[in-house]
T-cell receptor, first 113, second 115 residues
């Protein structure tokens, strides 16, 4: 079946630095990928829709300058958390739509100290 | 617009007992419905989905769900719980044919299985 690989699985960074998270579709091409944020014991909040070769579409309330999304190829989307602060600490999950439906990555636990 | 309500943030059952996780949805068009499972610090895994056709849908790990349009429900059941079923479960709804619209997730239900 369709597989989405997300790296890293865990990252700890210092406040003020930037962190890049990668999301790859391994055996299919994904013109659209999705980035979610999940707070502890809560549901997934859609942050943005990543479109290959064009600008991402951000949900209301999500800072596009804080969360930079690049979708340079049909198999790779990246989310960069810029100038990270402790409040950015969260679980980030990507998803891609394949012929089988929506497939999710394994998530990235970001801790900003 | 679409929304999902999962009744009960926590459900606790004994091993071997029936599992019932409740999900009600709201959708302006015929919905596509999904159940996902999430283990700690992992992504979401699709358990089952309803698109069209038979309203009783069977998924992986012995789970099934029934689409009831009159009740706008899509409850998840499993006849006999296993310890390995302990996880977070999310119901989701998607509008549009072919799952072309992004699913909206419920808040999740944590399933606790006691030995």
């Amino acid at each position: 079946g369709a597989v989405v690989s997300q790296h890293p699985s865990r990252v700890i960074c210092k406040s003020g630095t930037s962190v890049k998270i990668e999301c790859r579709s391994l055996d299919f091409q994904a013109t659209t990928m999705f980035w979610y944020r999940q707070f502890p014991k809560q549901s997934l909040m859609l942050m943005a829709t990543s479109n290959e070769g064009s600008k991402a579409t951000y949900e209301q309330g999500v800072e596009k300058d804080k969360f930079l999304i690049n979708h340079a190829s049909l198999t790779l989307s990246t989310l960069t958390v810029t100038s990270a602060h402790p409040e950015d600490s969260s679980f980030y999950i990507c998803s891609a739509r394949s012929a089988e439906g929506y497939t999710f990555g394994s998530g990235t636990r970001l801790t900003v100290v | 617009a679409q929304s999902v309500t999962q009744l009960g943030s926590h459900v606790s059952v004994s091993e071997g007992a029936l599992v019932l996780l409740r999900c009600n949805y709201s959708s302006s068009v015929p919905p596509y419905l999904f159940w996902y499972v999430q283990y700690p610090n992992q992504g979401l895994q699709l358990l089952l989905k309803y698109t069209t056709g038979a309203t009783l849908v069977k998924g992986i790990n012995g789970f099934e769900a029934e689409f009831k349009k009159s009740e706008t429900s899509f409850h998840l059941t499993k006849p006999s719980a296993h310890m390995s079923d302990a996880a977070e479960y999310f119901c989701a709804v998607s509008d549009g044919a072919g799952g072309s619209y992004i699913p909206t997730f419920g808040r999740g239900t944590s399933l606790i299985v006691h030995p």
